[in-house]
């Protein structure tokens, strides 16, 4: 067996099949010409069969007009046999190869590039941009194992950026929606498998999140579960039990007996009826878990099915409850923090992860820093309603309120997508004497007027738009189930096929693939370039150019750098004397509501968990973060500005995509440095693109730091005020915090400016260090190195090239606007 064979059965998702074409001998040339009877004999499943006679029936169509003669030893003399020109193990040798065949493979190829450009052109046509990614990515594999291990600076350098060239996009869809919204049944549909995520009689657990992805290279469907520590359970716990004690003799509210409620089914779920006569130590024995010893030793356990029902069936333990199988059964959702399902063959799922997400975090630290965590890496939100009540039911909306900044200024999502489910359902039809036509037309009018309603209620909120700009949000009508049916549906009837499409588009890594061609493009260049000694004499000036150049340029994205120090310097000075005037009212608002029946056990929630607490329903508390209020409010629309997760200008004013060192002017007036011109031109983008990904990451612990800080300065008068029992607790708590807040409000507002300023400021020293750092070192060694040891990648170069220039003409076909040319001359 060769690398190309290898590389397919993984590619298809065959890994369990190499051993076994490996020991039949099975390599490049007889796979094209297995036979009906081989394949039966190698693969006995009906299913999987068919599968790989598709992939391979594929395979041999693309390549069907894409052959070039490599000269095969036995039949050197007689013929020329004919293979696949994105073979790998055809075109390259294998490193340990030093012979006059292995060169001869790699002149044949260069050669082919001559006598075949209609032919190439046809290949490129026909493949898809993995595919030429897959090519690329073998050829810069290649090529690495062929720079010799040398210890000098060059080949140093060139290893390390061919490393550096590898990219895995993952784009995240968070998906909110109360029980029985539907959302189970929406991404079963949009996945297009209908028995994985349960629903129905299954009431949905509010803590454990679920991630579905791809299984890649597997046949299988899995489920690994993630599970909180023993340590941390034993926090809860005692909390829990706390919380019950505390309010068993208090008067509940109908909000406050949901909480309550809540805690015991917990209890209940995870120990049946045991809980209730035993000490915390007691319910902490490891007898508790035997069935679960990945719990114990901190262990993800994994599930392995065929199919996705049987899968469903086996984590449904961990993830919820049955009330229709609860009698005498162990659920063990409790302590699970995440359970991760991976789906077999499903090309929406190859770059886009869906997460089903509790509504407003969890009580545990663990599970909640999790959430805020995956929520702010969500660059599609999915808000899940039944259509009857989509404008009028609160919890969908108040999840898009209390979670907005953590989406918006805090995180990176760019589409807010509110799903209403239930479409094709027509409520109080006076007879069944309504035509398909009438019926169809009853359907389409109810939802226009819920999409009417639903953006009429968006405008209403300013909190939201504060983050999100109104293109960002967008209206879809739903009927999973009848999509699931596989009954014939006109898209008035169910967007789920425009959610798909939406999916497909995120699954497009174009972008990521060109920064990886146009990388391994710069690379190749760059290798060529060093090995001739043509242009010795302009070097240096080019590199005085050059210099001259990044200075200019580091000063321009410097310049709004400061001015935005400058802006948020006095925005956050602003916020300071606003805070400092109006915490104590913000206090008393909320030490004293209105409505203060219960109001004792919500503050010892509050002070016991850091100044926040998450009921079971209605908005989440969080003090800490109305005391930063002020400053955040100061902040938000120049942070908007300033790191924008939609539109192309990018972050600090589009200062940083400005960057250039102008190379195009350069290669016209330095022809000889022509190749390692095109490297630094690449450089200059890849660079870009990786500071571009460290703001993305870094804005959001620059923006939550306002309460972080706050909520430090908080914790000292939280955990006071959390040891208060008995008669009066509720006014010692109240004093405790009032007197903490106005004693330390002249320091802990300024300290939450200084920290954030400080941040900003250790991000922007951050870029201009690595963009000056980067590029003087790349100027430094493509244009003052010479590469004598290093080997000729002229085949090897003209391949990339060809391949950088496609996906360049599909952009700017797409585009319909050249929004970049291809790097060199045509």
């Not at 020329?80 to 065949?101: G, I, Y």
Request: charged letters at 35%.
């Amino acid at each position: 067996m060769d690398d190309f064979v290898r590389n397919k059965l993984r590619e298809w998702g065959f890994s369990e099949l190499i051993e076994k074409f490996e020991d039949e001998g099975i390599d490049t040339e007889s796979l094209y010409i297995l036979g009906d009877q081989e394949i039966a004999d190698l693969i006995l499943k009906v299913g999987p069969r068919a599968k790989f006679k598709n992939k391979l029936n594929l395979l041999k169509e693309q390549n069907s007009t894409n052959l070039v003669p490599v000269n095969s030893p036995a039949q050197e003399q007689n013929s020329t046999n004919l293979v696949p020109v994105n073979s790998p193990a055809q075109v390259f040798p294998s490193t340990s190869d030093t012979s006059d065949k292995g060169k001869r493979k790699l002149d044949l190829l260069a050669e082919s590039s001559n006598w075949q450009s209609p032919t190439r052109k046809r290949r490129c046509d026909t493949y898809s941009e993995e595919a030429i990614l897959c090519d690329v990515k073998d050829i810069m594999k290649f090529v690495q194992q062929k720079i010799p291990n040398q210890d000098n600076k060059l080949n140093k350098f060139l290893k390390k950026k061919i490393s550096a060239l590898e990219t895995d996009k993952r784009e995240l869809v968070g998906v909110f929606g109360k029980t029985g919204a539907g959302k189970s049944s929406l991404i079963n549909a949009v996945i297009g498998v209908k028995n994985l995520l349960p629903s129905g009689s299954v009431s949905a657990c509010t803590s454990v999140m679920i991630k579905v992805e791809a299984n890649k290279g597997k046949q299988t469907y899995e489920a690994d579960i993630e599970f909180i520590t023993k340590e941390e359970w034993k926090d809860e716990l005692w909390s829990l039990l706390n919380f019950l004690r505390d309010n068993a003799d208090q008067e509940n509210s109908q909000e406050e007996d949901e909480d309550f409620h809540d805690t015991e089914e917990k209890l209940s779920a995870l120990y049946g009826e045991e809980w209730k006569n035993k000490s915390p130590e007691n319910l902490m024995d490891n007898k508790h878990f035997k069935e679960i010893p990945e719990f114990l030793f901190s262990k993800k356990k994994r599930l392995t099915c065929e199919s996705a029902k049987e899968l469903s069936a086996k984590f449904v333990k961990y993830t919820r409850s049955d009330s229709e199988d609860g009698e005498g059964k162990r659920w063990y959702w409790p302590l699970v923090k995440c359970v991760t399902i991976r789906v077999p063959n499903n090309d929406l799922l190859r770059h886009v992860t869906l997460v089903d997400l509790p509504g407003n975090g969890d009580r545990n630290k663990s599970r909640d820093k999790m959430w805020k965590r995956v929520v702010g890496s969500c660059s599609t939100v999915w808000i899940v309603t039944d259509i009857n009540r989509a404008a009028a039911e609160k919890e969908p909306w108040e999840i898009l309120k209390s979670a907005s900044s953590l989406m918006g200024n805090g995180g990176e999502c760019q589409h807010i997508h509110f799903i209403c489910t239930k479409s094709d359902v027509i409520e109080d039809l006076e007879s069944d004497d309504h035509s398909a036509a009438a019926v169809r037309a009853l359907i389409f009018k109810k939802n226009m007027q819920a999409k009417e309603q639903v953006y009429k209620e968006f405008s209403k909120l300013p909190e939201v738009k504060k983050h999100f700009n109104e293109e960002c949000f967008k209206v879809f009508t739903v009927s999973s189930k009848e999509f699931l049916r596989k009954k014939r549906l006109d898209s008035d009837d169910t967007e789920i096929p425009k959610l798909r499409a939406f999916l497909k588009d995120l699954n497009d890594c174009h972008s990521e693939i060109l920064n990886y061609v146009s990388g391994a493009f710069g690379i190749l260049s760059l290798i060529q370039g060093a090995r001739c000694q043509d242009g010795a004499d302009k070097r240096t000036d080019v590199c005085t150019d050059l210099v001259k150049k990044m200075d200019h340029e580091l000063d321009e994205v410097r310049k709004p750098m400061e001015e935005t120090l400058e802006a948020f310097q006095k925005c956050l000075s602003e916020g300071v004397e606003k805070s400092k005037g109006s915490c104590e009212k913000v206090l008393k608002s909320f030490l004293h509501p209105r409505k203060a029946k219960g109001f004792y056990k919500i503050l010892k929630c509050v002070v016991e968990n850091g100044g926040t607490h998450k009921p079971k329903k209605g908005k989440p508390i969080n003090l800490n973060g109305k005391l930063a209020s002020c400053l955040t409010d100061s902040i938000d629309e120049e942070f908007k500005k300033t790191f924008p997760n939609e539109g192309k200008c990018g972050p600090f004013n589009g200062a940083l995509n400005k960057f250039s060192l102008d190379t195009k002017s350069l290669i016209e007036k330095y022809k000889d440095v022509e190749l390692q011109l095109i490297f630094l031109q690449t450089e200059v983008e890849k660079v870009k693109t990786k500071l571009n990904k460290l703001i993305r990451e870094r804005k959001k612990t620059i923006y939550s730091s306002l309460t972080t800080t706050i909520e430090e300065f908080m914790q000292e008068c939280y955990d006071k005020a959390a040891e208060f029992r008995g008669e009066g607790s509720l006014k010692n708590m109240r004093d405790t915090i009032e007197k903490h807040v106005r004693d330390a409000k002249n320091i802990m507002f300024e300290r939450a400016k200084d920290e954030m300023m400080n941040q900003l400021r250790d991000l922007m020293e951050e870029i201009l260090e690595d963009l000056e750092k980067t590029m003087q070192e790349s100027i430094e060694l493509s244009l003052s190195t010479y590469g004598d040891s290093i080997p000729d990648v002229t085949a090897e170069l003209q391949m990339v090239k060809s391949h950088y220039n496609e996906l360049m003409r599909n952009l700017n076909e797409e585009t319909s606007q050249a929004c970049a040319k291809p790097l060199g001359p045509e």
